[in-house]
């Protein structure tokens, strides 16, 4: 239905998007989902018709969108901000499109309840926006872009103004709607968990280009890019070279992962921390205490708080890559290949020391300092657990929950 | 609990105490500034329109009603009519030209938009009687604009002295203060609310219409009293490019004091015309409320 070709625009000499090429289907929910600054919401802009990408091409239903003026379009847009006009109520805000098409009163007077019914705004048809909370405007904003029942609805971030508990009402409402309305909606956010919950379909973008697009679920358990598995969700990202069994990983030693890549071609593994099982060693308290003075030597050799920042990182959720190359451990301390390697041979297992625990009620997720990996591997495991800081683990998983992506 | 509340209540009134004194000491000097220099002096003049004027000038404190009846004949009733209507024609071109530009000006580039704010304000640098008699220089007989026009084979004409010039001398004189409320109001206004009327529909006049006039209306209500205040009493340019007859109210008042040396009448013609004006200032600030 709409089908964006090879878009392009750049903004001086910085590129907001390059060679965009997406297809967005009938009915579908889609998400545009990327930092700030990836040209999601230029992307938007040039499909509302208030940007004009520098090259390629537009078509909505085969006709070229591109060379109709954006008061044409049959596209409508929710701003991040709503945009409601302040000098007007409710009600006049969403009949102000419809009164655009000169429909007789009768027809707009219908529609415009008919819609603030659907929202759930009845009662505030009169009022003035400022006199309206947050997800009360939020709601208006929505009205008034869906009372045009346009081709395609565009919406630029619509929930990022409303707070946790408002926002998940109104993902669900929102998707009930597009349900009800059978409106094709395209809805760009920088939230993972928002896209994921609403869309059909995502389109990862980062730094003006598509990365992949794909339904949540699999772009959850199949990310194509590092980018899209560092971004998409918490991930233990591993770096080293393809082998047979998984990922061959300096200082780790094998890792268990998917077949399919080439041997010996460049990689990146990635383990869920839900996928990680974590099993106390305790009977191996006397290796494990030399564990711990590894992982602490490790540490001190970073000559920083290195380890302890990237605590904090994977406790916000961002990604956490090994080092393999580059800063090794090994080219800085070689006496760290003395110690014991937290990898146990050919298990495919690692060995560490647990770092720190939070417990966020339905989950909790563990830490653990592996000695040979720059940073934490993450682990999520279900309710409370019964780990604590400073006693000595095993981590596994199965070769098959591994994704190895090719760098 | 008793103490806090005591100690409490004391902190409460030394800090209002000491909140008058913060504001005396920042609004005294203006305050009395305002009231020895001007009202003082305006409620003298203005107390002259209640009483007899002497011979030779001056006042006879004999109460007499004869000058503010004087005001209703058709002669000066007329006059202030008449500059009624050059005020506000004065103001409607001002507003006419000052909205494009002061539009232009909010969308520039931030670098641009400083340059042409200081072109503007510019003008107010040089005085104003200078800039006034330019316009003789370019528009008398044997002016510039005439001599352009005769290599044309055109004119000469007659463009000075009359209710056109100084309309044209006024707009000249007090466009900057309406460009710049203009330019506050537009520059405040979210450009997404226009993206959003054409996201609805909206061809741009339609917008303009419905969405950025309106939301604007406090800054062109500024902008027209900034200009039709001081064009309404103004005496220098009526006097300069109007040819010197009295055909605005300053030139009568003026005339009132200094030629006719009928100082209670002239007070009255002043009451008249602060009469109107803080009418006009009632009606916008209670317009700018409702906006």
Redesign the interface.
Known sequence: MLQITDVSRRFGDVPALSGVSLEIRQGEFFALLGPSGCGKTTLLRIL???EEPDAGTVTLDGADLLTQ????RP???M?Q?Y?????MTVAKNVA??LE??RLPKAEIRERVAEVLEKVGLTETAGRRPDRLSGGQRQRVALA?AIV?RPRLLLLDEPLSALDKKVRAEMQLELKRLQHEVGITFVVVTHDQEEAMSLADRIAVLNAGRVEQVDAPVTLYERPATPFVAGFVGANNLFRGTACTGGLSCEGLGVLAGPDGLEEGASALLAVRPERVVLAESGAERDSAGDDADAAEGVEAQDGSGDAVEAVQDTLEGAEVVAEGQGTSPEANAPDVNNAPSGAIEGAGALRGRVADVSFYGGVSHVSVLVPGRDGVVLVATQGATRVQVGSSVTLTWAAEDGVLIPQ | MTVPAVSGATVNTRSRRSRLAERLVFLGPGLAYLIVLLLIPLATVLSFSLFRRGRFGGVIYEASGDNLVRLADPIYLDIVLGSLRIALVATLVALLLGYPTAYLIARLPRKWKTIALVAIVLPFWTNLLIRVYAWIVLLSGPGLVNSALGKLGLGPFEFLYNQGTVVVGLVYSYLPLMVLPLYAAIERLDPRLAEASANLGARPARTFVSVTLPLTLPGVLTGCMFVFVPSFGNFVIPELLGGGRSIMVGNLIRDQFLTARDWPFGSALTLALLAVLIVLLLLQAWSARRA
């Open positions: 509302a018709g208030f003026a954006a008061h044409r596209v409508n847009l701003f901000s945009a409601l006009f302040p000098h102000y499109g655009r098409e008034r045009k």
